[in-house]
DNA sequence: GGTTATCGGATGTAGGACGTCCGATGCTCG
DNA sequence: CGAGCATCGGACGTCCTACATCCGATAACC
């Protein structure tokens, strides 16, 4: 036996030890009242505050950061971040990958989550909707026709075409979700290859939405989204039954 | 200069090369088309494939673990994991409680993400809705007017009412999602105080909400909801105008 | 005065040493 | 012979040291 001294907590597990220093770190900001963009305190002194090594310490930042909790930037310091939310995309994508190979359960999730979103919050962002706002969303319809009449894939105007449907909700947690999404299906879409899908006819759907929209109709856009995603759905399925 | 043999790809972020990392790590698991609950290989091992430091390796196993990617048994292995998005939830409230110091906007944002999901489902998951599920959202709800009785809280009642409701839909991801808000909320609520909240008030609004799914009114219950929520919403700026 | 070289500090990476935990093997004892 | 326990090996957890890399700022230089 060589516990001489002092005998560290050692009745918990190692992981709640790191998930209470991740704690510690938040409770720290917070009790420092930092805002977005402040900085931290650097490593070393962190590590001396909350008496653990920099290694163990640099572990929980990481987790932070990928939570989008703080920013870190190479040799200069670390901050309280703004918003970040690609590292969930990637673990949502990972998900999805993995259940591609099943029956694309976790994937047919994704759509149905995305799909109550959007044609649940489409008649609110039509009520506060600008005309600026408005001609952008047009704006991403025609260059979706254009990239379909060229015969080029439009994944980007696609997912702008949707980003600018819930711009006027001014929520940047629902945008920022909604970009999750994107990124999740963007990469199930190349999983699954560019399949049989009509350009044309996906650009005229966006088309007739965004008529809905222009008309002030909302129950024709919620349906109209509704449909959208019922083909959404469909292909997923039709790729993983092969 | 001291760069005699292979020279590494020096002219990258830092933070660009941790997230190739990680998924370098998640490709892994895809190719050798690994399952949930299948081991992977020691940090050792993939030390070596992946030509990095153990250090520099497990700061990205730990965020792969925050995300709900891998699992970590002390002593024993890593895992692929079945689902977690408890981490998630942490820099989430996080965020929420940075939002509350000033108008509570990030707060508000996940309250009508909130409502839009509950709002937006409840006439599919009434859809496909069996007697025993029913009844067990009645519980919930007699559950919450017992402890409202007797004046205690009932946040834990609270929350199992809304899972209950949507658990038809068989959507794991859409309740992990919720989960997270519930957290998310839960830890804003503390923050924020008990104000004064009508406890009995709010079970009998529970209540109301169950009768309409009970009685197969989507309209009512969707319309019930959304009341529900605006005063959810109401409370939050009361309390952030202090 | 503008540009460049240098410096200090902070994060990034690597490797090693030791502690801690877990499951499994093999032993002892009833 | 079987149940319980001690031991063992492997794997993750933590810490330390050393060095590389990067950035911003100061100071030297033209």
Redesign the interface.
């Known amino acids: 036996m060589t516990t001489s001294g002092v005998v560290p907590q050692a009745r918990f ?3 709640a030890r ?2 209470a220093l ?2 510690d770190i ?1 409770e720290l ?2 009790e420092r ?1 930092l ?2 963009g402040d900085p931290l305190p650097t490593e070393s002194e962190l590590s001396g505050a909350l008496g653990v090594g920099r ?1 163990t310490l ?3 930042l ?3 950061q ?4 703080i920013e ?1 930037r ?1 040799g200069f310091g670390m901050f ?1 971040a703004p ?1 970040n939310f690609d ?2 995309a ?2 949502l994508t ?2 999805g ?2 259940s591609l ?1 099943h029956q694309g359960l ?1 994937a047919l ?2 759509v ?2 995305r799909q ?2 959007e ?3 489409i008649g609110s962002s039509m009520d506060v909707m600008s005309k600026e706002q408005l001609a952008s969303i047009e704006e991403a319809v025609k260059q979706m026709e254009d990239l379909a009449s060229a015969g080029e894939n439009f994944v980007a105007a696609d997912a702008e075409f949707h980003r600018r449907l819930f711009e006027p ?1 001014n ?4 945008i920022n ?1 909604m970009g999750v999404f994107w990124k999740v299906y963007r990469k199930i879409h190349v999983e699954i290859g560019p399949g049989n899908e009509d350009l044309v006819k996906t650009a005229a759907m966006h088309r007739s939405i965004y008529a809905a929209v222009a008309a002030g109709d909302k129950v024709s856009a919620s349906e109209l989204l509704n449909r959208h995603f019922d083909g959404i759905r469909r292909r997923i399925t039709e790729a993983v039954e092969d």
């Not at 990928?66 to 909790?69: E, H, P, Y």
């Not at 929520?171 to 629902?174: A, G, K, Q, S, V």
């Open positions: 597990s190692a992981q790191l998930r991740q704690s938040m900001i917070l009242e805002e977005a290694n640099r572990e929980s990481k987790v932070l990928a939570l989008g909790v870190i190479h309280v918003s590292a969930l990637d673990g990972f998900r990958r993995l190979r976790e999730q994704l149905d989550v109550a979103l044609s649940g919050l909700l929520n940047e947690l629902l979700l």
